[in-house]
């Protein structure tokens, strides 16, 4: 194929649309997450509302050409409000044949797929395990294929600029961004100012990746086009005036670490040992130690932990990081935190499965072991984002809650939060309520477990203060010296104490709220965490649908808001969508007595609106 | 409590805790105690700016006996809490207390990575070569053979030297003691105090219960003279009752051996000069052992490096967030922004 000349073509008005949902998939070499990125800003530029979906390889470098090393990014965008990152892709670019194979189930039908078919050789099909080649058969009849010779396109587009044939085909996914770029009227000119920064050490790079990226997108207006492939527009949304940006999970949970405690005006030390999907927030911490933040990677999960709570103990906020396994090793040390009344944030970027597990999936089943799992009776409070950018408010939250109530919080996160990103109003950290300020002071009286009336916690009382001098410890201490006691009786005393103390948090927090339909129904569907969009969408198209359904998330898992059990007794049926087999669920049932029912996943992957649709109408008709 | 007005002076008394103390009567742990109290008199040290963070076990009570902020934590896991509690403020002096168990079993990985961190702090090893607090099954520094009730037969595992791990794990600073010497072990824990970065010190202590005077080989009186070695920087290497007895390097070798001064033509000549900052040097001292050997006390190796916090970030002392509203706002908006 030549080299397409940028002669427009009498172009068709462009069909609006409301909203879309783009995949871009090819080999984990390909660039597919940094295109999708891109896409990302531009969408936003544009002034769509939009949700993302990296879905990377476990794999840090697979064999090229093989199923297993697709990687893959996600953009839904509208001219609505975008609450997840779509269903199933209106249009799949896919790199290679094993890109193809991947993504095709997840696929619309008449969803337009853009090839490169000069990725598509022999040895890439074998290595995707298709028998013939899919472009010269039926299979892919439901669809609109768009086969293009992507990598000569780009190997001409290219060619002025020196590149060794490996480096010129890189610039592959550039040429891929153009062609999407022309297909949905995007501006090309941040994606280039990137490049040049990006390669501003060469700038032949740079050039080359624009060449390419201008070249897609010329290919798109140009003759070469098939004509019943149109451009389309999908019109700005409404949004909330401000000033706005994207985030991903990572970085507002980051973010808000920072600025809780700023508001609390303590020191933040970060203390975390690497594992996926979690490191992340120990690497976009340790960019910000200009704001104060110390970070610390441990030994290992249990130096992590450790090193958080000698830091609280000595008069900072100490927050560590991790994912379920790792979270399992802290739960000794979480528990001297209960005990000695600290203050500590624990994050869990959850992931699937026991073990090990699926480190790159998503999955929301470390509920049980935030809520119940750590020796005794050990009440901790825990609470769960529900999105990106709703990572900030609550990691802010969480400092505040643990500072105030001298208590250990965990805060759930998980793959899929981490890694996505929306975009998010930015708050004026001015107009930020401050914490008030918790150091203990008084030395008449004092021990180290006298309790504050209201929230019950105990004093806070760094090292440096002369006549404050006290010792704690994990053995169990007396109510009224703080010295160590096995008394049986105070022991019954201190464990109540410490419940009642968590319990408390209920009251100092909002009461559950229902995010879409009436307080009062025939269904409710409850759910916490990063299911909040599926959820969201599904309920408002059952509503849409004249049905009576309404949509409850939570953020606050323990202690439960008190007005829940008011609010689910309400309705005749609850339905709990969980990415796990039915933790809250168990806690619902057993708090609440409410018969709860489940729908339950756990293949790594988001609900799809429709399933909880689906689930929310088979309930209704029974 | 209230605030008690403190003579000028304190004295080792002011430096001790109202608590009762617990341990087994006999045991080394007073001893250690009493001569850690001593420490902190001579030192004057400040009590409000002083922490006692130990792990679990018999030894790892000794904050609750202290007057100064204390932390008893978990199994193994002082030194974390204590490297933390150095993240936030790096101008608290702290002293870890750790068993043999408690800092070379279950927290063996923490004790090789704060050596190696080099944090400014004290590091107590009471080493007793039995677990205590679950009473005495064998230890990691148990001799091979050791009866315990987990080891009706024997234990077969190869014990592991305390000081020579240190050393392995780059600490800058490796000393032992005696529990019962109360001269040596405040002159040695008054060292380790002075010493910028992690100070390691092994003291050997007497569990009377389950592994009494499984160091008398070199602790009784009446020999210790013969079986230990007091080592001092710019010091000849002598020992012995009689002061005749010395170490010298054999010749074309890097073994060391006892030479008797006045025997064989041995002359004070002969004998090796003590040098803390060699560390082939303190690797050679820290493996002598009874019988051919004395056991080598006192500062084995001391050779300063920075230390952790020197390169901590922010060392803002006590609490306070070091950034501004301004700060913040600006690094929410870092990177691509738009108005809507
Ligand atoms: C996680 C955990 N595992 C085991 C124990 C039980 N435990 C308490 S102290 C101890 C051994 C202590 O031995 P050592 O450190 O030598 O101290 P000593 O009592 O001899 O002073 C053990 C195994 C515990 N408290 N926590
Ligand atoms: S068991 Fe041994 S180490 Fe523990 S207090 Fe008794 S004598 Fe001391």
Same mark, same amino acid.
């Given at each position: 194929?030549?080299?397409?000349?940028?002669?427009?073509?009498?172009?068709?008005?462009?069909?609006?649309?409301?909203?879309?949902?783009?995949?871009?998939?090819?080999?984990?070499?390909?660039?597919?997450?940094?295109?999708? $990125?891109?896409?990302?800003?531009?969408?936003?530029?544009?002034?769509?509302?939009?949700?993302?979906?990296?879905?990377?390889?476990?794999?840090?470098?697979?064999?090229?050409?093989?199923?297993?090393?697709?990687?893959?990014?996600?953009?839904?965008?509208?001219?609505?409000?975008?609450?997840?990152?779509?269903?199933?892709?209106?249009?799949?670019?896919?790199?290679?044949?094993?890109?193809?194979?991947?993504?095709?189930?997840?696929?619309?039908?008449?969803?337009?797929?853009?090839?490169?078919?000069?990725?598509?050789?022999?040895?890439?099909?074998?290595?995707?395990?298709?028998?013939?080649?899919?472009?010269?058969?039926?299979?892919?009849?439901?669809?609109?294929?768009?086969?293009?010779?992507?990598?000569?396109?780009?190997?001409?587009?290219?060619?002025?600029?020196?590149?060794?044939?490996?480096?010129?085909?890189?610039? !592959?996914? /550039?040429?891929?961004?153009?062609?999407?770029?022309?297909?949905?009227?995007?501006?090309?000119?941040?994606?280039?100012?990137?490049?040049?920064?990006?390669?501003?050490?060469?700038?032949?790079?740079?050039?080359?990746?624009?060449?390419?990226?201008?070249?897609?997108?010329?290919?798109?207006?140009?003759?070469?086009?098939?004509?019943?492939?149109?451009?389309?527009?999908?019109?700005?949304?409404?949004?909330?005036?401000?000033?706005?940006?994207?985030?991903?999970?990572?970085?507002?949970?980051?973010?808000?670490?920072?600025?809780?405690?700023?508001?609390?005006?303590?020191?933040?030390?970060?203390?975390?040992?690497?594992?996926?999907?979690?490191?992340?927030?120990?690497?976009?911490?340790?960019?910000?130690?200009?704001?104060?933040?110390?970070?610390?990677?441990?030994?290992?999960?249990?130096?992590?932990?450790?090193?958080?709570?000698?830091?609280?103990?000595?008069?900072?906020?100490?927050?560590?990081?991790? $994912?379920?396994?790792?979270?399992?090793?802290?739960?000794?040390?979480?528990?001297?935190?209960?005990?000695?009344?600290?203050?500590?944030?624990?994050?869990?970027?959850?992931?699937?499965?026991?073990?090990?597990?699926?480190?790159?999936?998503?999955?929301?089943?470390?509920?049980?072991?935030?809520?119940?799992?750590?020796?005794?009776?050990?009440? /901790?409070?825990?609470?769960?984002?529900?999105?990106?950018?709703?990572?900030?408010?609550?990691?802010?939250?969480?400092?505040?809650?643990?500072?105030?109530?001298?208590?250990?919080?965990?805060?759930?996160?998980?793959?899929?939060?981490?890694?996505?990103?929306?975009?998010?109003?930015?708050?004026?950290?001015?107009?930020?309520?401050?914490?008030?300020?918790?150091?203990?002071?008084?030395?008449?009286?004092?021990?180290?477990?006298?309790?504050?009336?209201?929230?019950?916690?105990?004093?806070?009382?760094?090292?440096?203060?002369?006549?404050?001098?006290? &010792?704690?410890?994990?053995?169990?201490?007396?109510?009224?010296?703080?010295?160590?006691?096995?008394?049986?009786?105070?022991?019954?005393?201190?464990?109540?104490?410490?419940?009642?103390?968590?319990?408390?948090?209920?009251?100092?927090?909002?009461?559950?709220?229902?995010?879409?339909?009436?307080?009062?129904?025939?269904?409710?569907? *409850?759910?916490?965490?990063?299911?909040?969009?599926?959820?969201? &969408?599904?309920?408002?198209?059952?509503?849409?649908?004249?049905?009576?359904?309404?949509?409850?998330?939570?953020?606050?898992?323990?202690?439960?808001?008190?007005?829940?059990?008011?609010?689910?007794?309400?309705?005749? !049926?609850?339905?709990?969508?969980?990415?796990?087999?039915?933790?809250?669920?168990?806690?619902? &049932?057993?708090?609440?007595?409410?018969?709860?029912?489940?729908?339950?996943?756990?293949?790594?992957?988001?609900?799809?609106?429709?399933?909880?649709?689906?689930?929310?109408?088979?309930?209704?008709?029974? | 409590?209230?605030?008690?007005?403190?003579?000028?002076?304190?004295?080792?008394?002011?430096?001790?805790?109202?608590?009762?103390?617990?341990?087994?009567?006999?045991?080394?742990?007073?001893?250690?105690? !009493?001569?850690?109290?001593?420490?902190?008199?001579?030192?004057?040290?400040?009590?409000?700016?002083?922490?006692?963070?130990?792990?679990?076990?018999?030894?790892?009570?000794?904050?609750?006996?202290?007057?100064?902020?204390?932390?008893?934590?978990?199994?193994?896991?002082?030194?974390?809490?204590?490297?933390?509690?150095?993240?936030?403020?790096?101008?608290?002096?702290?002293?870890?207390?750790?068993?043999?168990?408690?800092?070379?079993?279950?927290?063996?990985?923490?004790?090789?990575?704060?050596?190696?961190?080099?944090?400014?702090?004290?590091?107590?090893?009471?080493?007793?070569?039995?677990?205590?607090?679950?009473?005495?099954?064998?230890?990691?520094?148990?001799?091979?053979?050791?009866?315990?009730?987990?080891?009706?037969?024997?234990?077969?595992?190869?014990?592991?030297?305390?000081?020579?791990?240190?050393?392995?794990?780059?600490?800058?600073?490796?000393?032992?003691?005696?529990?019962?010497?109360?001269?040596?072990?405040?002159?040695?824990?008054?060292?380790?105090?002075?010493?910028?970065?992690?100070?390691?010190?092994?003291?050997?202590?007497?569990?009377?219960?389950?592994?009494?005077?499984?160091?008398?080989?070199?602790?009784?009186?009446?020999?210790?003279?013969?079986?230990?070695?007091?080592?001092?920087?710019?010091?000849?290497?002598?020992?012995?009752?009689?002061?005749?007895?010395?170490?010298?390097?054999?010749?074309?070798?890097?073994?060391?051996? *006892?030479?008797?001064?006045?025997? =064989?033509?041995?002359?004070?000549?002969?004998?090796?000069?003590?040098?803390?900052?060699?560390?082939?040097?303190?690797?050679?001292?820290?493996?002598?052992?009874?019988? =051919?050997?004395?056991?080598?006390?006192?500062?084995?190796?001391?050779?300063?490096?920075?230390?952790?916090?020197?390169?901590?970030?922010?060392?803002?002392?006590?609490?306070?967030?070091?950034?501004?509203?301004?700060?913040?706002?600006?690094?929410?908006?870092?990177?691509?922004?738009?108005?809507?």
């Amino acid at each position: 194929m030549n080299v397409a000349p940028a002669v427009p073509r009498p172009q068709a008005p462009r069909e609006e649309l409301e909203s879309v949902t783009v995949r871009f998939a090819g080999d984990s070499g390909d660039g597919m997450q940094l295109t999708g $990125s891109q896409f990302t800003l531009a969408t936003a530029l544009a002034g769509n509302d939009l949700a993302t979906f990296p879905d990377f390889p476990a794999e840090i470098r697979a064999p090229a050409g093989t199923t297993y090393g697709v990687s893959a990014f996600q953009v839904n965008f509208g001219a609505r409000e975008i609450r997840t990152s779509g269903d199933a892709p209106d249009v799949l670019v896919a790199m290679n044949p094993a890109a193809l194979k991947v993504n095709l189930d997840d696929m619309c039908t008449g969803g337009l797929i853009f090839v490169d078919t000069g990725a598509f050789t022999k040895r890439n099909l074998q290595k995707a395990t298709f028998d013939d080649n899919p472009l010269e058969d039926s299979s892919l009849a439901k669809f609109r294929i768009m086969p293009i010779d992507m990598s000569a396109q780009t190997l001409g587009a290219v060619k002025p600029y020196g590149l060794s044939n490996k480096e010129a085909l890189r610039c !592959k996914n /550039m040429w891929a961004l153009g062609l999407v770029y022309w297909l949905y009227d995007r501006d090309i000119r941040p994606s280039a100012d990137w490049l040049r920064q990006k390669f501003a050490a060469r700038p032949e790079l740079a050039d080359a990746n624009i060449a390419a990226m201008k070249a897609g997108h010329a290919f798109g207006e140009t003759a070469e086009m098939p004509g019943e492939i149109s451009a389309y527009t999908v019109p700005p949304a409404k949004i909330e005036p401000g000033e706005y940006r994207a985030v991903t999970g990572t970085e507002a949970l980051a973010w808000g670490l920072v600025v809780g405690a700023h508001l609390a005006d303590l020191k933040l030390v970060f203390c975390s040992y690497p594992i996926t999907p979690a490191s992340a927030v120990l690497h976009t911490l340790a960019n910000l130690r200009q704001h104060g933040v110390v970070t610390f990677q441990a030994e290992d999960e249990i130096a992590a932990v450790g090193a958080a709570i000698g830091a609280s103990f000595a008069g900072s906020i100490g927050v560590t990081s991790s $994912s379920g396994p790792g979270i399992a090793l802290k739960g000794e040390a979480i528990g001297l935190a209960i005990a000695t009344e600290l203050p500590l944030v624990v994050i869990n970027s959850q992931r699937a499965g026991p073990s090990t597990g699926m480190p790159t999936k998503t999955e929301q089943s470390d509920l049980y072991q935030a809520v119940y799992g750590r020796n005794g009776d050990s009440p /901790m409070s825990v609470m769960a984002a529900r999105s990106p950018g709703d990572c900030f408010e609550v990691a802010v939250e969480a400092v505040r809650l643990s500072t105030k109530h001298m208590t250990p919080v965990m805060l759930l996160s998980d793959g899929y939060i981490a890694n996505a990103a929306e975009p998010w109003r930015i708050p004026d950290v001015t107009g930020l309520r401050r914490f008030d300020r918790m150091f203990h002071k008084e030395i008449e009286g004092f021990h180290p477990f006298i309790r504050h009336p209201e929230t019950l916690a105990r004093p806070w009382a760094p090292p440096g203060v002369p006549g404050l001098e006290h &010792r704690i410890g994990g053995l169990e201490r007396d109510y009224d010296s703080g010295d160590v006691s096995y008394d049986p009786a105070n022991h019954q005393r201190m464990t109540d104490v410490r419940a009642a103390k968590v319990e408390l948090i209920g009251r100092d927090i909002p009461p559950q709220n229902v995010e879409l339909g009436s307080d009062s129904g025939r269904l409710a569907i *409850v759910g916490w965490g990063s299911t909040f969009g599926s959820i969201n &969408r599904a309920v408002e198209n059952l509503i849409d649908a004249g049905l009576e359904v309404a949509h409850i998330h939570l953020r606050h898992i323990w202690p439960l808001p008190p007005n829940l059990h008011t609010l689910l007794d309400s309705y005749d !049926k609850v339905l709990v969508p969980e990415m796990n087999s039915g933790q809250l669920r168990t806690v619902l &049932r057993a708090e609440y007595l409410v018969p709860a029912h489940g729908l339950n996943k756990v293949t790594g992957q988001p609900f799809r609106i429709s399933e909880i649709e689906e689930a929310a109408r088979r309930l209704l008709e029974d | 409590m209230s605030a008690p007005k403190l003579p000028e002076t304190l004295t080792a008394k002011d430096y001790a805790s109202d608590q009762d103390v617990r341990w087994c009567p006999g045991c080394g742990d007073y001893a250690i105690l !009493k001569g850690v109290l001593k420490t902190l008199a001579d030192l004057q040290v400040p009590r409000e700016k002083t922490v006692f963070i130990s792990g679990i076990g018999c030894a790892a009570r000794f904050p609750y006996y202290v007057s100064t902020y204390g932390f008893h934590t978990i199994h193994g896991r002082a030194p974390t809490i204590a490297t933390g509690a150095k993240l936030a403020n790096p101008e608290l002096d702290i002293w870890v207390v750790s068993g043999d168990g408690d800092a070379l079993s279950i927290g063996g990985n923490h004790m090789l990575h704060i050596l190696r961190r080099n944090p400014n702090m004290q590091i107590l090893l009471f080493n007793n070569q039995i677990y205590g607090l679950t009473k005495g099954q064998y230890s990691p520094t148990s001799k091979v053979g050791t009866r315990s009730p987990s080891t009706p037969r024997g234990s077969v595992d190869s014990p592991v030297s305390a000081a020579q791990f240190a050393l392995g794990a780059n600490a800058r600073f490796v000393a032992r003691a005696i529990d019962t010497d109360q001269k040596h072990l405040p002159e040695t824990l008054k060292r380790a105090h002075t010493h910028d970065g992690a100070s390691f010190v092994e003291i050997f202590q007497n569990c009377i219960v389950y592994n009494d005077g499984v160091f008398s080989a070199f602790t009784e009186r009446a020999h210790a003279a013969d079986t230990q070695i007091h080592v001092e920087h710019g010091k000849p290497l002598i020992f012995g009752a009689d002061r005749d007895k010395g170490l010298r390097l054999v010749p074309g070798t890097l073994d060391v051996e *006892v030479v008797t001064i006045g025997d =064989n033509g041995f002359t004070e000549k002969d004998v090796m000069f003590h040098d803390e900052t060699n560390h082939w040097l303190a690797a050679l001292l820290a493996a002598m052992e009874p019988p =051919n050997f004395p056991v080598a006390v006192g500062v084995l190796y001391c050779d300063p490096a920075t230390p952790y916090e020197a390169n901590f970030p922010q060392n803002t002392p006590l609490g306070g967030s070091v950034t501004s509203n301004d700060d913040l706002n600006g690094m929410l908006r870092s990177g691509h922004t738009w108005t809507v």
